[in-house]
């Protein structure tokens, strides 16, 4: 484990404060991943209210469980990436369409602006926008099944 020189607890408010080497109190700390997608365990930015770095993590595991813990409720209380599973139907293959997908957080429907919300993360991973902000990820085109790849193949 890497020499971590801040500590952090939560506030009366439920807020995050962190308290640095110096022994400098910062209130209103906010979590953020450098890359939320590619390496979400990796690079963990602790960024208070005026938006300036005040703490940093080569690794979340870096962290002491305690520190941790608090950290990872934070960025799951804000985080909110659904897996695509299964594509199950389209409406059209003209944009903007409707979709009905199944999630790792059950059946959901996104709109389809453009092709251009399809986002390629890599060779196997997207990101797709849908028309109300939410962002959906496809973690591996290839985990797909036939039905669901068939209609996608249509969009990309």
């Known amino acids: 484990m890497a020499n971590v020189n801040f500590q952090i607890h939560c506030d009366n408010f439920g807020r995050l404060v962190l308290i640095d080497a110096e022994g400098i109190r910062h209130e209103g700390v906010t979590p953020v991943r450098a890359f939320p997608i590619a390496a ?3 690079g963990l930015s602790l960024i ?14 870096d962290l002491p469980p305690a520190i941790r813990d608090i950290v990872e ?19 059209s293959f003209a944009c903007p369409s409707t979709w009905q997908v199944q ?17 390629r993360l890599s060779q196997t991973r997207l990101l797709i926008a849908d028309a109300h902000g939410i962002q959906f990820l496809v973690r591996d085109l290839t985990s797909l099944d036939k039905h669901s790849r068939k209609l996608l193949d249509r969009f990309l």
Do not use: Y
């Not at 208070?48 to 595991?61: L, M, S």
């Not at 999630?103 to 986002?119: H, M, Q, S, W």
């Open 40 to 42: 979400p365990d990796e």
């Open 48 to 61: 208070n209210f005026e938006g300036h770095e005040v703490g940093w993590a080569d690794h979340v595991a």
């Open 73 to 91: 409720a934070d960025l799951r209380s804000r985080e909110f990436v659904p897996e695509v599973e299964r594509i199950v139907e389209v409406s």
């Open 103 to 119: 999630t790792n957080r059950g059946p959901a429907e996104l709109v389809l602006k453009g092709e251009e919300d399809i986002r």
